[in-house]
Every structure is written in structure tokens, then in C-alpha cells.
């Protein structure tokens, strides 16, 4: 990375505590280094539930998505952060996979919405953690 290169961090955003918390390590992390935030969400169907929906719900989908993206710019633009967001259709490893490519650094929550929430990572996490092609930081919130 040059010195006229920004620093740059991808974050993916579901909404969940996990996702907040990561969120707000990347605002803090963005600040010191004077970054640009790379906020991706993203979402698909369950693979057996494409094949019913044929594209039933997609505008549901899409717009809960964008509620969720529109509350992560939100949070980093009020705290002064060079900000870019995308709705990706795509499984959210995919999704950010993809969109770390070009990134210094990828943060995520240790967990999303789904699976079973005793585990201390989620599958996207791990795969991640196995497969980008930058570093990964892996969150998991505070406790109180």
C-alpha cells in the first residue's frame, strides 16, 4: 500500500449484536488510520427455499437489507468516516469474499442471525477466517 493509497476495511453488516460489534471495532480502527469503510450486505435464499420462491420475496429481502445497510452508514458517517455501502444477492461469505479482494482488512462478527448461537463462530466467520485474501479480524461483543 502506498501513502496515497487509503486504508481500506470491509465490514459485513446483518443487523445482529455480532455485526454491531464489529461495526464499532472497524469505526475506531477507521478513525486511527484515517480509512475508508467498505460496508457489504448481503443476502440469499436457503438453497432448498430458492427453489419454491423463484423470486416471491426478493423485494422483501431487498428492502430489509437496505434498512439494515442504511443503519451501518448511518453509524459510520456520524462518526466522520469515509463511507461506501452495497447490497449484495449472494451467500455473505461470497458476498464478502468478493469485496475484500482489494481490502487491507476484512471485519466481521464472530456469529449472523442463523445456526445455532452457543457456538463461538458462525460458519461465515470460519470460512472467512480460511479463505480471504487479506487479513481478517473476528469480532465478538463485549460482555457486560
Not at 16 to 43: G, H
Not at 75 to 101: H, I, M, R, S, Y
Not at 104 to 120: K, W
Not at 125 to 131: E, K, P, R
Request: charged share 15%; with cysteine; net charge negative.
Amino acid at each position: 500500500m502506498n501513502s496515497s493509497t487509503p486504508f481500506v476495511i470491509v465490514v459485513g453488516v446483518d443487523g445482529s449484536a455480532q455485526s454491531q460489534a464489529a461495526l464499532k471495532w472497524a469505526i475506531t480502527e477507521a478513525q486511527l488510520r484515517q480509512a475508508q469503510i467498505r460496508l457489504v450486505t448481503a443476502w440469499s435464499y436457503p438453497p432448498m427455499a430458492s427453489a419454491v420462491a423463484d423470486g416471491v420475496f426478493d423485494d422483501a429481502f431487498r428492502k430489509a437489507s437496505a434498512r439494515t445497510l442504511a443503519e451501518a452508514v448511518d453509524a459510520v458517517t456520524d462518526a466522520g468516516v469515509d463511507v461506501t455501502g452495497n447490497v449484495v444477492e449472494n451467500t455473505p461469505a461470497a458476498a464478502l469474499l468478493d469485496a475484500a479482494n482489494d481490502a487491507d482488512l476484512l471485519v466481521v462478527g464472530s456469529r449472523g442471525h442463523g445456526g445455532f448461537t452457543g457456538l463461538l463462530l458462525g460458519s461465515v466467520s470460519t470460512h472467512l477466517a480460511h479463505h480471504a485474501p487479506c487479513p481478517v479480524l473476528i469480532v465478538r461483543p463485549g460482555r457486560s
